[in-house]
């Protein structure tokens, strides 16, 4: 009789749990829209300036747990860096001697994992994230032109160069909160931060090979599934 009971308790805690368990449980599809902001890095002679532009976000998450979870993302935005190499000394009979610059355009594509802390309050969930992953910077044509104007007279020319694909690893951090409007729909706010190397697109430049940082602000919606 008394291992009856005990069998019964143990059963009524294991569906107590599993039910517990469920109801934390969350698995959503998101999209975001961003804009990307990257500071300026200056190293081995070079000055590198990425342009801030827009991009969106796709993610694809799931809280196993009542305050942890993971998900992938894929984003894209437009990247484009520019290089500049300062006044170098020239001599005072050489017209063509001067400062070298040059944009490239480029498209910028990431994937990342990441791990999700997150609390639910009501129809509000804080979250906090941090992972990794790889960032694509894909220069839209494959050539490139760099510009030279001389620093004794307003002289410039161009001088053609090629541009190649770079890949970089990325650390990736952020938080964040979802704001539930029905059962299955709500809004998602947060910040996200990449930190990665400056990427080499020309064979005219060398990167600055530093560490840069990209600030996310970004807006969206979640489906949850």
Not at 31 to 44: C, E, P, V
């Amino acid at each position: 009789m008394q291992i009856r009971f005990m069998y019964r308790i143990f059963l009524l805690a294991a569906v107590f749990t599993l039910g517990s368990a469920a109801s934390f449980a969350q698995t959503d599809v998101a999209a975001s829209l961003y804009g990307a902001f990257t500071g300026t890095s200056s190293a081995n002679g070079v000055q590198q300036s990425p342009s801030n532009s827009a991009g969106g976000l796709i993610e694809l998450r799931h809280i196993s747990k009542p305050w942890l979870g993971y998900e992938g993302t894929y984003s894209y935005n437009r990247a484009n860096q520019s290089y500049s190499t300062g006044n170098p000394p020239c001599p005072t009979n050489d017209i063509f001697c001067g400062s070298l610059y040059g944009t490239f355009k480029a498209n910028a594509h990431e994937v990342t994992g990441d791990w999700i802390a997150s609390v639910k309050l009501a129809n509000l969930r804080p979250f906090a994230l941090a992972g990794a992953g790889m960032i694509f910077d894909v220069p839209t044509s494959g050539q490139g032109n760099l510009s030279q104007c001389a620093t004794q007279s307003a002289i410039c020319i161009s001088i053609p160069g090629t541009t190649s694909s770079s890949s970089k690893p990325v650390f990736v951090y952020g938080a964040g909160l979802d704001w539930g409007l029905l059962p299955h729909i709500g809004l998602r706010a947060q910040y996200r931060g990449n930190l990665y190397k400056a990427p080499n697109l020309s064979s005219l430049f060398t990167s600055t090979n530093k560490f840069t940082q990209t600030a996310e602000p970004m807006i969206g919606v979640y489906f949850r599934l």
